[in-house]
């Protein structure tokens, strides 16, 4: 129009959206002005094309000032019509895409709504758009319909619902370059929304193509406008999950891949359908007359060997019933495609994808066309969906969670959150970015697109918990039960229970569970687990197991926690904690949750995380899903927050330094209150509550330094005698009660850790963490958990990258070697330091165990591998092994660097993998980030991985020279005396270590398969040998076991051994391990020091201790050393107490060596 007498001013992607809307309603009254050049801004310019008859002007921001009398661009018009003398015009200003909301249509209409109101009085000013805000009642109302403003006869619009890497979008990716390029005039669009779930989360596709016209839409497909839905999982159309339908058009295609296509008889398929899709979505199919497709994409994927892999198999689905282009044509482009992207793969895969395409095109069973009954036009009704409840419902016991679910978290989890009124984030509190805990164990997402989980065969178990300690999800654990409440299970015949091993567990009963809905079927359990046969062996659900797995576990989960019954520091203990980082939003098989998770279990009702950007967010703290709960018995958890990428190590370290200084106050207070009452007369002093809070304050005063959870165990005695004293210090009592108690979460004993990936630690946030870490005062904890890349954007070249992968930004293969952040913070002889890998999980948790306890900073080096890394032939369901090769050939070497060694006058050095057992070709050969290299530039990577050789054995050299022994001896070889283990789960490498330590002979203790057999020809031994599996060797004894069976030739004259064998005595094969090596031992010639083989029982009523004391009494004499006056974690830690100590004379032995070791 020439005369218009509104303007819109807006800029970016939010023009053309205005310039189709006002095309589209042909107006009359209003025009828009486009800024292409914010800064510098021209008042002239923009006065020269702003019409003379507009008088009333609305600007569009894309942003918030706070503080500001507006926004900028807002602000710049109004300055501009001053300037420019231009008056009488009204001008409202507004803001969009909060939320990050998409700009449409229908927000344009309703700003222009707003300014055609009659009176200028009567326009909303300020005003925002796009959300529901009934606080501030700042937010337009929005048109009821959907504004067209793509002609339906000329551009095509698809919709596609994937699951999280199962190929969706990068099939389409390809479709729409098909598409594109088929011929020039064709215009094609393509927008992707993901979940912020890592994999196994929702993803959609917004496809458009046009071979008429140019295509301005910066906006999703909205409601009713699709010509095509494809939804290629089938739980998405059940009741509590999507309206998956809503996008498509009267007579639109929708395409169904569910394993109901298998079934042949067309009844039996509509019935199976009505049980599966939710009534709503069957009511909408029949009441738009859509014409419903179904195919078995995951059933087909399967029988060519592609399980899982369905992209392939949707996208020539959609060729062939949207006709976009030819089918001919479209086949021809596919054939080409699978050629060029799986050739890398080998001719088996690609052959695979070509039959398995030419199967979808050519045969006619393989998509069946749905006969829609009349019958679906009356479905939806509310008696019929009141059996589709959610799932979580019922697990909820808390109003306050309740609520939040039902007002946010199911919202957001349909995909319904930016209908959410503002309202509703303040009624529950949500202000400031605090987030329900624990949320994710309601979501039951079932992301497991193999459909197999572990299933549980306990006559294999020893009850090691390996598979529990590397489980990415907490989704498979112990339970500790009685006999009766393994009876009472729902389902019993799938509740099985053995009798608990260890003195801890008499009477008890072990039982093994899995979440069925929270598996991801990735596999890493029963890769963990060291039995053979396997105690956990993969099995493909069925609706019956699912049932009966959901009812099992919701009946586990009402069962008493008994996790103090143990010690929660070794391998097997940490496992009975329940773990306060459950569920998350992590890949399937990650390697980075098993860190967190283990440090919630071991420190998680003490401490506090500063979290980098990264991975760890995302799975971490994506709202409303938060993975991080608190103890159902105590109520504490880890408090968790985000920083930026570049700053989270100062972001920790602030946190810390708040938490010393209130820490600190509390101390003075608490020293003054004590002192007051120390000083009153005895009348002040007849309050028995406050005579035992007095008593109870000195002892937390004598203990608040010490790294354990004994403080937080004396305030929960105190809790109940501030409440009784509270209300008297009301009515004129000292305030130092009340100020103590204002600071009461000060009085545990804290445990700060900062953590993040590498790309954080490594890069660019490496010159904060060098600052946090360079001073000893900073007693904080680092963990940084390696992937080797930055892998939450797209896996990116970091300096954590080695020399020779081919990643982003180094496709052509990095030629720097590795940063190694390890050994330059070892430099600082202050901090602890740690490389860690999940294959040696006894070394795992000593780690954090140790760097807990050290007095001033640390760093933990975790190796994590990623989905990002290719790892092959099976992906990150071989997670555990992968961490296994990577150690066994140097790739990742296992080290410890501890401080306090040095304060005692030992070497402060740990190599805790000390032999290569494997090529480092061989792990280079699993991971597709090296073989691409390979396959693109042979000669380059050639040379790139002999310099991996080269280095991995010059470091290893190197390691073992910083690992000599710091005795009396010039050289590690002259110790007489060689201590070595074979140990599952750290237990009898920790009695080895320490008696290595107590021993003047012995320059420390080894893994059994760190030697050679001829290593100990002549030689005295001592060996420390637990039992594992049906009698096995631990892992790490096996090769040197294998060595010993295998030799011949008798040893030297010389030879000599002790044994002590580490078991349960209710055990069939107790301490058979040992006995075994004794018995091969003695046939090759060595001589017996001791007659008897030294046995450590856990179902001894002094538990292991009192068969080690027994031996070593024996073992001194017969080695002609004297003995120690003390040996950790052999002898009992003598302790005393004053009568309102945490755990008195009378209480239970157990809690004692519990809460004092």
């Not at 200084?661 to 608490?670: A, E, K, S, T």
Request: charged share 25%; aromatic share 8%.
């Amino acid at each position: 129009t020439s005369q218009p007498r509104i303007a819109i001013v807006s800029m970016g992607s939010s023009v053309p959206v205005i310039d189709s809307t006002l095309k589209q309603l042909k107006s009359e009254q209003a025009c828009l002005i486009g800024v292409r050049l914010f800064r510098p801004w021209s008042a002239t310019k923009f006065c020269e094309v702003l019409p003379s008859s507009v008088t009333r002007i609305a600007v569009l921001d894309r942003t918030r000032e706070g503080g500001s009398q507006g926004e900028p661009l807002y602000l710049d018009v109004c300055t501009s019509l001053q300037v420019e003398d231009r008056t009488g015009i009204f001008v409202a200003g507004g803001r969009y895409g909060l939320g990050s909301k998409d700009f449409t249509p229908r927000m344009v209409q309703a700003v222009l709504n707003n300014m055609q109101r009659r009176n200028n009085s009567d326009i909303q000013r300020p005003f925002t758009v796009g959300i529901h805000d009934d606080v501030t009642r700042l937010s337009l109302s929005m048109p009821g319909r959907t504004l067209v403003t793509l002609p339906e006869d000329k551009v095509t619009q698809c919709v596609f619902w994937g699951f999280g890497s199962d190929g969706t979008v990068g099939a389409n990716k390809e479709a729409i370059k098909m598409i594109g390029n088929y011929h020039e005039k064709m215009s094609v669009q393509a927008y992707f929304e993901y979940d912020s779930k890592k994999s196994s989360g929702w993803t959609i596709s917004h496809l458009r193509f046009s071979p008429t016209i140019d295509i301005q839409a910066p906006f999703n497909v909205e409601e009713g406008q699709a010509h095509y839905v494809a939804c290629h999982n089938e739980s998405y159309v059940q009741a509590h999950k999507f309206d998956v339908v809503k996008y498509l058009k009267r007579r639109g295609i929708f395409f169904l891949n569910t394993g109901i296509a298998t079934i042949k008889d067309e009844e039996e398929r509509l019935k199976a359908l009505e049980q599966l899709v939710s009534p709503k979505i069957l009511r909408k199919i029949a009441l738009k007359q859509i014409q419903f497709y179904v195919m078995d994409a995951q059933g087909l994927a399967r029988q060519y060997g592609l399980a899982g892999r369905i992209n392939m198999i949707c996208t020539i689905a959609f060729f062939r019933l949207s006709k976009v282009i030819p089918l001919d044509d479209a086949v021809a482009l596919l054939k080409a495609s699978i050629v060029k992207t799986y050739s890398y793969k080998g001719e088996d895969v690609v052959q695979k994808n070509l039959d398995l395409l030419d199967t979808v095109v050519n045969d006619p069973d393989c998509l069946y066309a749905i006969n829609v009954p009349s019958k679906w036009r009356t479905m939806g009704t509310e008696d019929n969906a009141k059996r589709y409840q959610n799932r979580h419902v019922a697990l909820m016991d808390d109003e306050k969670v309740v609520k939040f679910m039902n007002d946010i978290g199911d919202p957001v989890s349909r995909l319904e959150g930016d209908n959410i009124p503002i309202s509703k984030f303040l009624e529950n509190n949500l202000l400031g970015g605090v987030m329900i805990t624990g949320t994710t164990k309601f979501e039951k997402r079932n992301p497991n697109p193999s459909g197999k989980i572990p299933l549980w065969e306990p006559n294999n178990c020893t009850q090691c918990n390996q598979c529990v300690f590397v489980c990415p999800h907490a989704a498979i654990r112990p339970f500790i039960v009685t006999k009766d409440e393994g009876e009472a299970a729902p389902h019993i015949e799938l509740f099985d229970s053995v009798k608990g091993q260890g003195a801890e567990l008499a009477g008890k009963r072990y039982a093994l569970q899995v979440s069925i809905l929270d598996c991801t079927g990735c596999n890493a359990c029963v890769e963990a687990c060291p039995e053979q046969p396997k105690a956990l062996e993969m099995v493909q659900s069925d609706d019956n197991l699912m049932k009966k797995g959901e009812e099992n576990w919701n009946y586990a989960m009402t069962l008493p926690e008994r996790g103090d019954l143990v010690e929660k520091t070794t391998v097997r203990g940490s496992q009975f904690q329940t773990p306060l980082m459950e569920f998350s939003g992590a890949c399937s098989g990650c390697g980075e949750t098993p860190y967190f998770k283990l440090l919630t279990q071991l420190f998680g009702e003490r401490m506090v995380i500063a979290n980098a950007t990264g991975c760890s967010t995302i799975w971490g703290g994506s709202f409303p899903a938060n993975p991080y709960t608190v103890s159902k018995k105590t109520g504490r958890g880890p408090a968790w927050a985000n920083s930026l990428f570049e700053d989270n190590a100062e972001y920790g370290l602030g946190m810390f330094t708040a938490m010393k200084q209130r820490r600190d106050r509390l101390v003075g207070l608490v020293m003054d209150y004590v002192h007051h009452f120390d000083l009153a007369d005895d009348e002040a002093k007849a309050k028995q509550e406050e005579q035992e809070l007095i008593s109870l304050l000195k002892d937390w005063l004598d203990i608040r330094n010490e790294k354990s959870d004994r403080c937080t165990l004396l305030f929960d005695k105190m809790k109940p005698l501030f409440q009784a004293l509270l209300p008297d210090n009301a009515n004129g009592g000292t305030p130092l009660l009340t100020q103590i108690w204002s600071e009461r979460d000060m009085f545990p004993k804290l445990s700060q850790w900062i953590v993040g990936g590498d790309g954080w630690a490594y890069d660019i946030g490496f010159g904060g963490l060098d600052h946090v870490e360079a001073f000893e005062t900073n007693d904080v904890n680092v963990l940084v958990v390696d992937t080797e890349m930055y892998s939450n954007t797209g896996g990116q070249q970091s300096k954590a990258t080695p020399a020779g992968a081919s990643v982003k930004f180094a496709m052509g293969g990095k030629r720097q070697k590795k940063k190694s952040i390890g050994e330059m913070f070892m430099t600082y002889e202050h901090v602890y330091v740690a490389s860690v890998a999940l294959s040696n999980q006894s070394q795992v948790l000593q780690a954090m165990v140790e760097a807990d306890k050290h007095s001033g900073p640390s760093i933990l080096i975790a190796y994590a591998p990623c989905i990002q890394q290719g790892v092959r032939p099976q992906g990150l369901n071989d997670m555990v092994d992968e961490c296994k090769f990577a150690v066994d050939s140097g790739y990742w070497p296992l080290y410890r660097y501890d401080p306090e060694l040095a304060k005692e006058s030992k070497n402060p050095f740990i190599l805790d993998s000390k032999k290569l057992r494997k090529d480092v070709t061989s792990f280079l050969q699993r991971e597709s980030r090296f073989i691409n290299l390979r396959k693109k530039d042979p000669k380059i990577a050639e040379t790139l991985w002999e310099h991996m050789n080269n280095d991995v054995h010059h470091r290893m050299e190197h390691l073992q020279q910083l690992a000599h022994g710091y005795k009396a001896f010039d050289h590690e070889d002259d110790a007489s005396v060689l201590t070595l283990f074979a140990s599952e789960t750290g237990t009898a490498q920790r009695v080895a270590e320490d008696f290595a330590a107590a021993c003047t002979l012995s320059a420390g203790a080894t893994a059994m398969d760190d030697l050679e057999v001829d290593d100990i020809d002549g030689k005295t031994c001592v060996f420390f040998i637990s039992t594992c599996g049906q009698g096995a060797m631990p892992h790490n004894g096996k090769e040197f076991l294998k060595q010993l069976d295998a030799r011949k030739e008798p040893f030297k004259e010389g030879t000599r051994f002790l044994m002590f064998g580490l078991g349960d005595s209710s055990y069939y094969f107790f301490v058979k391990a040992a006995k075994d090596v004794e018995q091969r031992l003695v046939e090759l010639g060595a001589t017996k020091i001791l007659a008897a083989m030294g046995t450590g029982d856990d179902s001894a009523e002094g538990g292991m201790e009192e068969g080690l004391h027994d031996w070593l009494d024996n073992v001194w004499p017969a080695l002609e050393v004297t003995p120690p006056t003390e040996i950790p974690h052999i002898e009992p830690i003598k302790v005393s107490y004053s009568d309102k100590a945490v755990i008195r004379p009378e209480d239970d032995q157990r809690a004692l060596n519990q809460f004092y070791h």
